[in-house]
């Protein structure tokens, strides 16, 4: 759409059907590959089978494509579609869970741990009424409006929004970790500090 290759359609679906096939395929096989693996080192077994099962429904989403405009509905259409629901309702899940994590972290304050909970816990409540109203309004408009798109385009960036924000809390992390100030947000004077690691050869090296 931006360089001009296609013109907005009715859902996210439909550009499997247009130039941007490739785009959209590729997209989804990118997003499912990152929710395969995302999780599949935590401890946390419930994160871990949510985020994979969600990055499975991602892959099929683009597997199994909707139907062509003006066509009847098959059995692999009627798949696309229960994919694709199944796929924004454990994204919002997703999003949520990340606010219950970040609300009970210790190594915090507690103005860090009430903010970030309500942005993951809006992000997810954002994706379930975007797609459920979307869906609700098409129903009852005709086939030629945008709602459905609109609908799952702001579903996709509130968990693109919700993603993002945790990766770079793990980048926070990894700064906070060898002494650097966090990004993102500001350092919260209430938060416990964390000392710089010293390098084990420096160590070595001094011991001498």
Excluded at 40 to 54: E, H, K, T
Aim: hydrophobic content about 50%; charged content about 20%; some cysteine.
């Amino acid at each position: 759409m931006v360089f001009g290759q296609s013109s907005i359609l009715p859902s996210l679906s439909d550009y499997y059907h247009s130039d941007m096939r490739n785009w959209f395929v590729g997209s989804l096989w990118a997003i499912g590959s990152g929710l395969l693996v995302y999780l599949a080192a935590r401890r946390n077994l419930a994160d871990s089978v949510i985020s994979f099962v969600a990055g499975l429904l991602a892959v099929g989403v683009a597997l199994f494509p909707t139907n062509a405009p003006d066509t009847v509905s098959t059995t692999i259409s009627i798949l696309h579609v229960a994919f694709a629901a199944l796929l924004f309702v454990l994204l919002g899940v997703i999003c949520f869970r990340f606010g219950n994590r970040d609300g009970k972290r210790e190594d915090r304050s507690v103005r860090w741990r009430i903010t970030w909970r309500r942005v993951h816990r809006g992000c997810a409540v954002v994706i379930w009424v975007a797609v459920v109203a979307s869906v609700a309004l098409a129903a009852r408009g005709s086939d030629d409006n945008y709602t459905v798109f609109v609908g799952e385009t702001v579903a996709v960036l509130a968990f693109g929004f919700s993603w993002f924000l945790k990766g770079s809390e793990l980048f926070n992390i990894l700064r906070e970790e060898h002494g650097l100030p966090p990004m993102l947000r500001p350092a919260d004077p209430n938060e416990p500090t964390v000392t710089k690691r010293t390098p084990a050869i420096g160590a070595a090296k001094e011991e001498r």
